[in-house]
């Protein structure tokens, strides 16, 4: 009998499924025991090591997410909206620990966690990485220091595949800035803007999103006052930071009490 715990990853054949396929498998802290992706996609059926191009692994893909948490006491999930609420309740009544860093989650959506979290852990986070969650507490005391007169500006650049803006990163260092200054980013939250727009209000925090080539992922928090700009930056050059930051609040989640976490609590931040 084994303790080290066994893992699914959902959405296989994904940047981040193989990134954190390979992650798993390279970790002597964990198992994989399960991989899923999307019914109808062609690595069904397949040995997953193979599909991905390399050596046998002994694990199947399958479209068979239940069958496949029940083998496991975590699934780490980076697929898309829709797929990780049916994954939410699939993993609760497997009481796995779901970890998800899927993105674009709208607000009722976030909401409809909830009942499997009563269940089973959940660690949620638009970003895993050591470095944003740290530039996420730098941004939340940067903001408190500063008053409305230095504007905020969060820009992000992402690989020209990506589905969703302003990235779950941006929305985390918004809510940091919003928290630090005592505010509701839902209030002052300015989107995007294009055409005559009117000067900028004061207060307003502002999302910009870049698309392009192969970036990772880039953020930028600025400060902007007469006279003085603060800018905080984190650049992803590896998609392993989120995976190592996946596996590890999935270890994190084993035998804490059900509920919805992130990686502040993860990382003890
Ligand atoms: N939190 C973080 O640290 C972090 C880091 C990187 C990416 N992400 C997010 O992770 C998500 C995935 O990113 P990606 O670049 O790997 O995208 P991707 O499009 O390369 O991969 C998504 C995978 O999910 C699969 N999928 C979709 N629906 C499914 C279903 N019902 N069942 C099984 N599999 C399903 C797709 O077939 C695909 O293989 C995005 O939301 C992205 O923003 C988060
Ligand atoms: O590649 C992506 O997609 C990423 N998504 C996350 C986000 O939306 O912030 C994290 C960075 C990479």
């Known amino acids: 009998m084994t303790h080290i715990p066994g893992i699914v990853i959902t959405g296989a054949s994904g940047r981040m499924g193989q990134m954190l396929i390979k992650t798993v498998t390279d970790s002597d802290q964990a198992r994989l025991v399960g991989v899923v992706e999307r019914s109808g996609h062609d690595w069904i059926g397949q040995?997953?090591?193979?599909?991905?191009?390399?050596?046998?692994?002994?694990?199947?893909?399958?479209?068979?997410?239940?069958?496949?948490?029940?083998?496991?006491?975590?699934?780490?999930?980076?697929?898309?909206?829709?797929?990780?609420l049916e994954f939410a309740a699939l993993a609760a009544q497997a009481?796995?620990?779901?970890?998800?860093?899927?993105?674009?989650?709208?607000?009722?959506?976030?909401?409809?966690?909830?009942p499997a979290s009563r269940h089973a852990v959940i660690v949620r986070a638009g970003n895993m990485s050591l470095g944003v969650n740290l530039l996420v507490q730098l941004?939340?005391?940067?903001?408190?220091?500063?008053?409305?007169?230095?504007?905020?500006?969060?820009?992000?650049?992402?690989?020209?595949?990506?589905?969703?803006?302003?990235?779950?990163?941006?929305?985390?260092?918004?809510?940091?800035?919003a928290e630090g200054r005592g505010i509701d980013l839902a209030e002052v939250s300015d989107r995007?803007?294009?055409?005559?727009?009117?000067?900028?209000?004061?207060?307003?925090?502002?999302?910009?999103?870049?698309?392009?080539?192969?970036?990772?992922?880039?953020?930028?928090?600025?400060?902007?006052?007469?006279?003085?700009?603060?800018v905080l930056r984190h650049l992803a050059t590896d998609r392993a930071i989120f995976a190592r930051g996946a596996l590890k609040a999935a270890l994190w989640g084993q035998g804490k009490s059900p509920g919805q976490y992130d990686m502040v609590d993860v990382l003890g931040l």
């Open 47 to 84: 040995d997953v090591g193979v599909a991905m191009g390399g050596a046998a692994l002994g694990v199947t893909v399958t479209d068979d997410p239940l069958e496949a948490f029940a083998q496991a006491q975590a699934v780490i999930d980076f697929t898309a909206p829709e797929a990780t």
């Open 95 to 114: 009481r796995c620990v779901h970890v998800i860093g899927t993105t674009g989650m709208s607000d009722e959506q976030i909401a409809a966690l909830e």
């Open 139 to 177: 941004t939340k005391k940067v903001a408190a220091a500063l008053d409305e007169d230095f504007d905020i500006e969060v820009i992000e650049g992402h690989h020209h595949h990506k589905v969703d803006a302003p990235s779950g990163t941006a929305l985390m260092l918004g809510e940091a800035a």
């Open 192 to 230: 995007g803007r294009d055409g005559i727009t009117g000067a900028r209000k004061r207060g307003d925090i502002g999302f910009h999103a870049i698309r392009g080539g192969d970036i990772v992922g880039e953020h930028d928090v600025l400060f902007a006052a007469p006279g003085e700009r603060i």
